[in-house]
C-alpha cells in the first residue's frame, strides 16, 4: 500500500515546490518537473530520455559539422484551447501571434537578435524549422488547426490530480475533461490552459508550461514505462503565457516585482517548450535547489558543448553581468579560451524575455536530429484534404511490441513499395507489395524501435515497431 501512495506524495511535493519556485525564484516551466513526476512513476522514463538526446548529440558529433541544414524543416501544429471562464478564452489572433513568435525566434528572424552580445555572435545561428497551422485534420477535412473545447475543469493541477498517475497530463485528455490530441506522430499538439495550482482551495501561481522531450524506446518492462507516453506527447501552456502581448498576463505576479505582462510578453514560453518538445534541456543543468535558494555548480551542465556553464538560471530578469562560472572555457566554434557570462540570451533559460533572443549552432543541430530521429512522422507528406478513406489507407502493425514475426495490414492499398529501417537508420528489408496484408520476419535482427516505411502513388506512411523479446 504505502509502495503505491509514495509516488504520489512525491508527486505532490514537487507540485508544491513548483509553485513556489514560480513565486519565488521566477520558475519558468515544469520540464524537470514533470520528467522526474514519470520517473517516480515509471523508472524508465529518464533513463529512455537520456539515451534518446544521448544518441542525437553523437550523431550530430559524427558529422563533423556536415549537415544539411539547408532543408527547412516543417512542422505542423494543432493547438487545443480549453477554457471554463471566459477569462480563459484566448483569442484566434493570439494563437497566430504565437506560431509567426516560433517562426521567427527559431529562425533567428526577431529584431531582438541584435541583442545577442558579441561573444556570442559566432555562436547563433537559425534552426531552420517553419511551424504552420494544420491544415487538414486527421480525418482530411480542411481546419485552422485550431481546436476550442469549453469544460469543466477551472484548473489543470491541484492537489488531487497530483495524487494520480498522469495527473498533470489529465489536459491531453478527454476521458479526463480535456482534449484528445491529435495523432502526435503526425501532429505537435499545443494544449493552452489554466496551470495554476489550486492548493486547499487557493490559486496559487504554478508552472507556464512544460512539455516531454523525445524518448528511445527501446528494451523496457513494461511496468517501468509511461503506457499513455504517445498520447501525452506535446506541449502545454498556461493561458495568460500563450501568444505576444496577451492582455491577460498582467493577472499573474512573477514575485519579484513584475507581472508576467513585464517578463514574459513575446511569446518565447511557448518558444522554451519548444525546445524541450525538441530535445533541449534548460542552460544550467538543473543543478542546485531553487526552493532553498542554493546554486548548483559549475560541474553540472545541459550536456551541450557551446553554451557555457552556470550553477541557477536567470530568475526572470535580464543581468547581463550575471557570470557564475567565471573560469575559463573554450567553446566549439571559438579557437581561444574566454572567461564566458552566463548565456542570459538563450531561450532555455529563465531570464526575462527581453534578454532572450537566440539558440546556438549545437542546440540547433541537436533539435534537428531530434525530428530526424524521433519526430520524424511530423515532415510526413500533407495529408489531401476530403481523402474518403483516410483511416483505410493508413497502414496497421499488430502485435506491436513484437517478438520478431508481425503483421503489416495496408487497408485498401495493394500495392507499393516497403522499406524496414532500424534504430540506426540503416535499411534491413525492402520489398515491393502487391496485397494488403502481409507478414514480416525480424526474427533475425536486435531488439529495438524499427521504422516501417510504406508508400505507393497515393500515400506515404511511417509507423514504430518496438522488436522486444
Not at 175 to 202: H, K
Not at 294 to 303: A, I, L, Y
Not at 365 to 372: D, K, Q, S
Not at 374 to 399: D, Q
Amino acid at each position: 500500500m504505502y509502495k503505491n501512495i509514495l509516488p504520489g506524495i512525491l508527486l505532490a511535493l514537487l507540485l508544491l515546490q513548483c509553485s513556489s519556485l514560480l513565486a519565488q525564484h521566477g520558475l519558468h516551466c515544469a520540464y524537470d518537473q514533470a520528467v522526474h513526476m514519470q520517473t517516480e512513476l515509471h523508472p524508465a522514463y529518464k533513463a529512455a530520455a537520456d539515451k534518446a538526446f544521448e544518441k542525437a548529440k553523437n550523431n550530430v558529433l559524427a558529422r563533423s559539422g556536415k549537415t544539411a541544414d539547408e532543408e527547412t524543416l516543417r512542422i505542423p501544429i494543432v493547438v487545443h484551447l480549453l477554457h471554463n471562464t471566459p477569462e480563459q478564452e484566448i483569442s484566434d489572433d493570439l494563437v497566430h501571434s504565437q506560431i509567426e513568435a516560433l517562426n521567427l525566434h527559431f529562425n533567428r528572424l526577431s529584431a531582438d537578435t541584435a541583442n545577442t552580445r558579441e561573444i556570442f555572435l559566432p555562436l547563433a545561428t537559425s534552426a531552420n524549422i517553419e511551424f504552420y497551422l494544420a491544415d487538414v485534420d486527421p480525418d482530411g477535412e480542411p481546419t485552422n488547426g485550431i481546436v476550442r473545447k469549453e469544460v469543466d475543469n477551472y484548473y489543470w493541477a491541484d492537489l488531487l490530480t497530483a495524487l494520480q498517475p498522469g495527473g498533470l497530463d489529465a489536459i491531453k485528455s478527454s476521458a479526463q475533461g480535456g482534449s484528445d490530441p491529435w495523432d502526435t506522430e503526425r501532429y505537435c499538439n499545443i494544449w493552452v490552459g489554466n496551470m495554476a495550482l489550486d492548493i486547499f482551495g487557493t490559486e496559487t501561481p504554478g508552472a507556464l508550461g512544460f512539455a516531454y522531450p523525445p524518448v528511445e524506446t527501446t528494451i523496457f518492462p513494461a511496468e517501468t514505462f509511461p503506457p499513455n507516453v504517445e498520447d501525452a506527447d506535446g506541449l502545454v501552456i498556461d493561458y495568460r503565457a500563450f501568444g505576444v502581448n496577451n492582455p491577460i498576463a498582467e493577472t499573474i505576479d512573477m514575485g519579484n516585482g513584475n507581472t508576467l505582462a513585464d517578463t514574459n510578453w513575446d511569446g518565447k514560453t511557448c518558444v522554451h517548450e519548444m525546445g524541450h518538445y525538441l530535445g533541449l534541456r534548460h542552460i544550467w543543468g538543473d543543478g542546485g535547489n531553487p526552493l532553498l535558494g542554493t546554486p548548483g555548480t559549475c560541474e553540472e551542465d545541459d550536456f551541450i558543448d557551446d553554451t557555457p556553464r552556470a550553477t541557477s538560471n536567470g530568475a526572470q530578469v535580464c543581468d547581463l553581468s550575471k557570470d557564475t562560472c567565471p573560469d575559463e572555457e573554450v567553446l566549439p566554434g571559438i579557437d581561444t579560451a574566454a572567461a564566458y557570462p552566463d548565456m542570459v540570451e538563450n531561450y532555455m533559460d529563465y531570464s526575462s524575455e527581453s534578454c532572450q533572443n537566440m539558440f546556438t549552432a549545437q542546440q540547433v543541430a541537436l533539435m534537428r536530429e531530434m525530428i530526424t530521429l524521433y519526430r520524424e512522422g511530423l515532415l510526413g507528406e500533407e495529408i489531401n484534404v476530403n481523402n474518403e478513406n483516410l483511416e483505410a489507407k493508413a497502414i496497421a502493425l499488430y502485435p506491436n511490441p513484437s517478438q520478431g514475426i508481425f503483421t503489416i495490414d495496408l487497408g485498401d492499398q495493394k500495392s507499393g513499395s516497403l522499406q524496414v529501417i532500424d534504430p540506426a537508420g540503416k535499411v534491413v528489408q525492402e520489398m515491393q507489395v502487391n496485397q494488403a496484408r502481409l507478414q514480416v520476419n525480424l526474427s533475425k535482427q536486435a531488439d529495438g524501435v524499427y521504422l516501417i516505411l510504406f508508400n505507393n502513388e497515393d500515400i506515404k506512411e511511417s509507423k514504430r515497431l518496438v522488436l522486444m523479446r
